[in-house]
Nanobody, 115 residues
Framework: QVQLVESGGGLVQPGGSLRLSCAAS????????MGWYRQAPGKQRELVAF???????HYADSVKGRFTISKDNAKNTGYLQMNSLKVEDTAVYYC?????????WGQGTQVTVSS
């Protein structure tokens, strides 16, 4: 089965940057939509961004202009570049791939924005 491994989370000050990575065990990124979600304590998991096979990209209003989603099919890896981070961005961030007959999630990586 497909495995997704996330990395890049950590502690950063407000205004700082982090780049999250999502490494897949096969070439699943080339033929499926990839999305990033996040979940803060006591809140529902929410969509941050996704990128479709043909290039369409969607961002949540809360991250537009600050976050960039991308993928490298040759490396079987997806990314979320996060700039101008705010305290309210603090959450566990998850990578997701959802083919028609499956729904794959990474283990999550903690992002903490604090001074």
């Amino acid at each position: 089965q497909v495995q997704l491994v996330e990395s890049g989370g950590g502690l950063v000050q407000p205004g700082g940057s982090l780049r999250l990575s999502c490494a897949a065990s096969n070439s699943i990124f080339s033929a499926n939509t990839m999305g990033w979600y996040r979940q803060a304590p006591g809140k529902q998991r929410e969509l941050v961004a996704f990128i479709r096979v043909h290039g369409y990209i969607h961002y949540a209003d809360s991250v537009k202009g600050r976050f960039t989603i991308s993928k490298d099919n040759a490396k079987n890896t997806g990314y979320l570049q996060m700039n101008s981070l705010k305290v309210e961005d603090t959450a566990v961030y998850y990578c997701n791939i959802a083919p028609a007959r499956a729904d794959y999630w990474g283990q999550g990586t903690q992002v903490t924005v604090s001074s």
